[in-house]
């Protein structure tokens, strides 16, 4: 390994301690710091060797982290997830980090957080935009009107 490439590796290596990445991520900083094709692909695989880039970990801790702290739904998440080159096995165990309870209690509360911050008489206005709001943090159409159906 030249001295490019070991200077390479220990700043992928930096790059990937900080926070979890995607291949694609780091792939994306070594173009930029001039380091490409098999150069880095050669990187990528030290850097999974070591345990630093590890996809399902990345997307696990994702899906986690965006549910939690920003309410989003699975669909949301799935998106977001595919648009970072996660697919299969590993976006399969990243939905897992979602327990079916606390996703059903977290779209409850949002929505009740929500309505109280709509100034409307029509109740079928709000519940259209409650409907709206929930469709676009992700969360299926189908639970949506299960949850909104049972207040």
């Given at each position: 390994?030249?001295?490019?490439?070991?200077?390479?590796l220990?700043?992928?290596?930096?790059?990937?301690?900080?926070?979890?990445r995607?291949?694609?991520?780091v792939?994306?900083?070594l173009?930029?710091?001039?380091?490409?094709g098999?150069?880095?692909?050669?990187?990528?695989?030290?850097?999974?060797?070591?345990?630093?880039l590890?996809?399902?970990?990345?997307?696990r801790?994702?899906?986690?982290g965006?549910f939690?702290?920003?309410s989003?739904?699975?669909?949301k998440?799935?998106?977001?997830?595919?648009?970072?080159?996660?697919?299969?096995?590993?976006?399969?165990?990243?939905?897992?980090?979602?327990?079916?309870?606390?996703?059903?209690?977290?779209?409850?509360?949002?929505?009740?957080?929500?309505?109280?911050?709509?100034?409307?008489?029509?109740?079928?206005?709000?519940?259209?935009?409650l409907?709206?709001?929930?469709?676009?943090?992700?969360?299926?159409?189908?639970?949506?009107?299960?949850?909104?159906?049972?207040?």
């Amino acid at each position: 390994m030249t001295d490019t490439l070991k200077d390479a590796l220990r700043k992928a290596a930096m790059f990937c301690a900080y926070q979890e990445r995607t291949q694609q991520d780091v792939r994306d900083r070594l173009k930029d710091w001039g380091v490409w094709g098999d150069d880095a692909e050669e990187v990528i695989a030290e850097l999974i060797q070591q345990n630093y880039l590890n996809e399902e970990r990345f997307a696990r801790s994702f899906a986690g982290g965006k549910f939690r702290v920003k309410s989003w739904g699975r669909r949301k998440i799935q998106q977001h997830l595919q648009q970072r080159g996660i697919t299969g096995y590993n976006l399969q165990q990243a939905m897992k980090e979602i327990a079916p309870d606390d996703y059903r209690q977290t779209l409850a509360a949002l929505l009740d957080k929500k309505r109280q911050s709509l100034r409307d008489d029509n109740p079928l206005v709000i519940k259209q935009k409650l409907v709206r709001y929930a469709l676009s943090k992700g969360y299926e159409s189908e639970l949506v009107f299960s949850v909104l159906g049972d207040e």
